[in-house]
């Protein structure tokens, strides 16, 4: 009998520590008075050269592509530099034309607007295809069947980047045009919703098949090797090379400063690990130095599309 | 304090049940509560992280285009969530871009929680006066840059309340549980506890001699009613106190009939009537009970009736035993006594009863006890049986038993004890001695009658001689005188050898009625004379009635002269006073005589044997010892009796003047006679 009790007594004194240990918790609050609250003012920023990247991909790419070419300037002209991230194409125009962006980057199109408010390209970017032009291209499904040239392309769903954009929409429709068809050819032609990113969005929704055909720039389907199958996407054709990505200084801007970055830009050099880091971060092979007169065919087309406003 | 076990069975399962149930849940309840606590926990961690780290992941854009409205409603978003209690986002400086706070912003929780570079995420429990909040920040991060960091408050208030409602239903479960167990408990242990109160209580008539109780299912077929079989001289055909697998023997050709009961119990598991009959174990148990009850039954009842014929036996045995006057006994091999008869118990004075469980030493004189002891133990030892006689003294008197003690071996073949008897044997032991007496005195006759009958007659010759020779010679001469003692002393010899062929011829009596006190005073004056001369008086006290008997009045006479004469002997010469006495008592039809003297009396040893012939108390040359063995004899021929008594008794009456004699008490002859008589071989009286 007593035996027994004794072992009740045991498991009893093994059990409940066992209940009630697990109980326990070791973390120790910090202490805080959510009552003594104050009203936050922001302090004042500090002036600075403004850069922006034509809202082309979403701002996240964008910051990513050009942290560290900003970074490099900075640190190479000692000017205080920061990129800025307007929504929009028409946007980036307005901030250009309002002087809020000292230092755009941009499709030659809204170059072309750009230079109409004054700005004036100081460098252009050689793609990483080594040519300092680049191309627009339009894409299908590899499945449709309906559609394999470019005059199939009559009467089906057309989306395209934006109304702005260079190669996902202005080089294709030059494209379209040589080949006798219109806008009112289609049966919609929308672009891209919302902010940034814009050249991923007509890939995936071709892919996704709401709309038929798309139209991008040069290279957008290796921003997306990571989203989809490329194998589902086929190139149906590519636009003529038009002169590429351009730098361009707002109106006003110092000269001095417009120069400093210049030339830290061209002493980019590829071959130099530090600088291909840089280079490939922006999607860029290097940087070289660019005339308004460069962007004339892009003058022409945009009169021949009649966008020449 | 022993409470437990006289607890119902019934609350002892609902107690088990319950204590199993509370038990688990003392003992879940806390680890359970707290592992759902910490698992909530952790489950509100993650899903706070995931906030914070969706948020800041969304905040991403909005940062970069440093769109604060988006930025407001992103936060503002969180904090629609139930149990967020802000959200805030710093600028990569720590500056509050925006946050859910309605008046200012509490500028503790800026620093309260930080995470540090490279580290995804930080949760930090703080606590407000009341309540606890978990803190997370979560970097917003772009490639390797860092933008600024999201900042989330998880109430854990709210977290508790969760974890306090899961324990609540928790406890409300178990304690439906423990509710639900009871009652099925209850509802279980009634069905259960009735079945068992029932055998207990059936249990419990047996034990009062009620053995007619029936504590199985009343309910299922009988065998021979589902397998319709007709064979009536099965034992189990119209059994219905019994199932069938309960009976041995039964003929069903399904059945197997050898064997034991589980042997039997295994080919009735494939049974039809077994699979519709048998239940559970407590079904079981009742059947095996009745089962149990029957049987007990009849072996009582056979035992009852062994018990009356072992009764019966018993008492013909202790009859037998106790009519019996041998006297029976029979102990141990302890040599302690086991039983007795009434004889036995009789003879050592004690009841049957206390005889039980004494030894010879408690029962017997120590030398009697003594021998029994070592005679019984030789017999034990031996084993040979004894057959005896043995005499014992007791009462004044020697005792004959014949002692047959015999072993009483057990059904192993080894001694258990003994059986003695002892039979009294004093009687026959008497007739024995008489016997040998008789054929003595047989051939002492035949012997004493041829010497006397050839003595006799030369006797007669020198008798006849010398009276010649008398009157031949002168009357005053010394030869007569010689002659005259010749003759007399001739005459004595005559006498003798007349006693001796009186005493050795079985001479045919010559009875006749005569009167008793003429025979008397016959011898009287016979005698008278010559007593005188030895100074002896007698007096005679004779009944005036004059009975007349039936007798031979020579036999008679003489026997009153031995007896007169044989008074005369015990005065031992000194002289003294015989006193004759007749009594005629009618209604008794006897006439008596006494012959008392107040002489030496006779030793009370001496007065067993003086009727035994030739002996005799008297000097070698005084007495041949036959006179009062003859007058027995004679006295016996007549059908009398005759004893003596001495000292004479104080009431009979002896003169007290009467002449003095050797003194001693004195002797008293008591002779009855019967009036009536029957003639030889039944017939007519011979007349006088």
Redesign the interface.
Same mark, same amino acid.
């Given at each position: 009998m007593r035996f027994r009790m004794t072992t009740w007594a045991i498991l009893l004194a093994l +059990?409940v520590p =066992? &209940? !009630?240990a697990?109980?326990c918790s070791d973390?120790? @609050? =910090?202490? =805080?008075? +959510?009552?003594?609250?104050?009203? +936050?003012v &922001?302090?004042r920023m500090v002036e600075a050269i403004t850069y922006a990247y034509l809202p082309q991909y979403?701002?996240?790419i964008?910051?990513?592509r050009h942290?560290r070419l900003l970074e490099y300037l900075r640190k190479t002209t000692g000017l205080p530099l920061r990129?800025? !991230?307007?929504?929009t194409f028409e946007e980036h125009v307005k901030m250009v034309e309002r002087g809020e962006i000292d230092i755009s980057y941009s499709n030659p199109f809204v170059y072309v607007r750009l230079a109409k408010a004054g700005a004036q390209a100081f460098a252009r970017v050689i793609e990483p295809s080594g040519e300092p032009n680049f191309r627009g291209q339009i894409i299908a499904r590899s499945d449709n069947a309906a559609i394999n040239t470019i005059n199939d392309c009559r009467g089906k769903r057309w989306i395209a980047v934006d109304p702005n954009s260079a190669g996902g929409y202005l080089f294709p429709l030059g494209l379209f045009y040589n080949h006798g068809i219109k806008l009112s050819d289609f049966e919609t032609v929308d672009f891209a919703p919302g @902010?940034?990113g814009k050249q991923e969005k007509v890939v995936l929704a071709v892919h996704a098949g709401v709309y038929d055909i798309g139209t991008i720039r040069k290279g957008t389907l290796d921003v997306v090797r990571n989203k989809i199958d490329l194998g589902s996407i086929r190139v149906l054709a590519e636009t003529r090379a038009y002169p590429g990505w351009v730098y361009a200084a707002r109106k006003g801007l110092d000269p001095a400063v417009v120069d400093a970055i210049a030339r830290a830009m061209f002493a980019l050099n590829v071959d130099t690990a530090e600088h291909r880091a840089i280079l490939s971060a922006a999607g860029m092979k290097g940087i070289i130095p660019a005339r308004d007169i460069d962007y004339d065919p892009v003058r022409k087309l945009a009169e021949k599309l009649n966008l020449d406003r | 304090m022993r409470i437990f076990p006289r607890l119902k069975f019934r609350t002892k399962l609902n107690l088990g049940m319950s204590a199993i149930l509370v038990g688990m849940a003392? *003992?879940?309840l806390?680890?359970i $509560?707290?592992?759902s /606590?910490?698992s909530l926990v952790e489950e509100s961690k993650k899903r706070g992280s995931a906030l914070a780290e969706g948020l800041s992941v969304r905040a991403?854009?909005p940062l970069? /285009?440093?769109?604060f409205l988006r930025l407001k409603n992103m936060v503002d978003e969180q904090s629609s969530v139930e149990d967020v209690i802000y959200a805030f986002v710093q600028d990569k400086?720590g500056?509050? *871009?925006v946050h859910t706070?309605q008046? $200012?912003?509490?500028?503790? #929780?800026i620093d309260?929680?930080k995470v540090a570079t490279g580290q995804p995420l930080h949760i930090? *429990? #703080? /606590?407000? $006066?009341s309540r606890?909040?978990y803190d997370f920040a979560a970097p917003v991060l772009?490639?390797d840059?860092r933008l600024g960091t999201v900042r989330i408050g998880l109430s854990q208030a709210r977290i508790q309340m969760a974890v306090q409602r899961q324990l609540t239903l928790m406890a409300a479960l178990f304690a439906g549980a423990l509710i639900l167990a009871t009652s099925l408990g209850t509802v279980f242990a009634r069905r259960v506890t009735a079945r068992l109160g029932r055998l207990r209580a059936h249990a419990e008539e047996m034990l009062t001699g009620n053995l007619d109780t029936f504590s199985g299912p009343e309910w299922g077929i009988h065998c021979w009613e589902k397998q319709q079989c007709n064979t009536t001289q099965c034992p189990a055909y119209g059994e219905t106190r019994r199932r069938c697998w309960y009976i041995a023997g039964t003929m069903c050709p399904d059945c197997n009939n050898e064997g034991n009961f589980q042997c039997r119990l295994e080919s009735c598991r494939r049974c039809a009537v077994y699979r519709e009959n048998a239940g559970d174990e407590i079904q079981d148990l009742a059947e095996t009970f009745d089962v149990m009850a029957l049987s007990l039954k009849s072996h009582i009842e056979e035992l009852r009736d062994a018990e009356r014929n072992l009764r019966d036996q018993q008492r013909l045995t202790r009859t037998i035993l106790d009519v019996s006057p041998d006297r029976v006994s029979l102990v141990d091999s302890t040599m302690r006594y086991r039983g007795c008869n009434k004889s036995f118990a009789e003879s050592v004075g004690m009841s049957l009863a206390e005889i039980e469980g004494k030894t010879d030493f408690d029962l017997f004189p120590e030398a009697e006890a003594e021998e029994r002891h070592m005679a019984a133990r030789d017999i034990l030892q031996s084993g040979r049986r004894l057959d005896t006689q043995l005499m014992v003294e007791a009462g004044g008197g020697e005792h004959w038993f014949h002692v047959v003690c015999v072993p009483v071996f057990n059904d192993k073949g080894h001694i258990d004890g003994l059986l003695r008897t002892d039979r009294d044997i004093s009687d026959i032991k008497r007739y024995e001695n008489q016997l040998i007496q008789a054929q003595k005195m047989e051939s002492l006759g035949l012997l004493a009658g041829g010497v006397a009958h050839e003595i006799n007659t030369p006797l007669g010759i020198i008798l006849g001689y010398a009276q010649l020779l008398q009157e031949d010679v002168d009357a005053g001469s010394q030869i007569h005188q010689d002659l005259a003692i010749i003759e007399k002393q001739t005459q004595v010899c005559k006498k003798i050898v007349a006693d001796l062929l009186g005493f050795s011829r079985q001479t045919q009596s010559a009875k006749r009625e005569m009167c008793f006190n003429n025979s008397v005073m016959e011898a009287v004056s016979l005698v008278r004379h010559t007593l005188e001369l030895d100074k002896v008086e007698i007096i005679t006290q004779l009944d005036d009635r004059y009975p007349i008997i039936y007798g031979d009045p020579e036999k008679l006479k003489q026997a009153w002269i031995n007896l007169l004469t044989n008074a005369r002997d015990a005065m031992a010469g000194q002289g003294g006073t015989i006193l004759i006495r007749t009594r005629l008592d009618t209604p008794g039809g006897i006439v008596s005589l006494w012959v008392a003297d107040n002489g030496s009396g006779i030793a009370e040893e001496a007065l067993k044997k003086i009727f035994d012939p030739f002996y005799s108390t008297k000097a070698v040359d005084k007495g041949t010892g036959l006179g009062l063995s003859v007058s027995f004899g004679i006295i016996e021929d007549h059908g009398g009796d005759i004893r003596a008594e001495s000292p004479v008794p104080k009431d009979f009456g002896f003169p007290s003047d009467a002449k003095r004699g050797a003194g001693g008490g004195g002797t008293v002859f008591e002779v009855n006679l019967p009036l009536d008589h029957e003639g030889p071989e039944g017939g007519e009286p011979e007349k006088e």
């Open positions: +059990l =066992v &209940a !009630f697990s109980g973390e120790k @609050p =910090v202490k =805080v008075n +959510l009552s003594k609250r104050e009203d +936050l &922001a302090p979403s701002h996240t964008s910051y990513q942290r990129q800025i !991230f307007p929504d @902010p940034g | 003392v *003992l879940l806390p680890l $509560g707290t592992m /606590a910490n991403v854009d970069l /285009a440093r769109d400086n500056f509050v *871009l706070f008046k $200012g912003f509490p500028v503790d #929780l309260a929680n930090q *429990l #703080l /606590a407000d $006066g606890r909040i772009v490639s840059g």
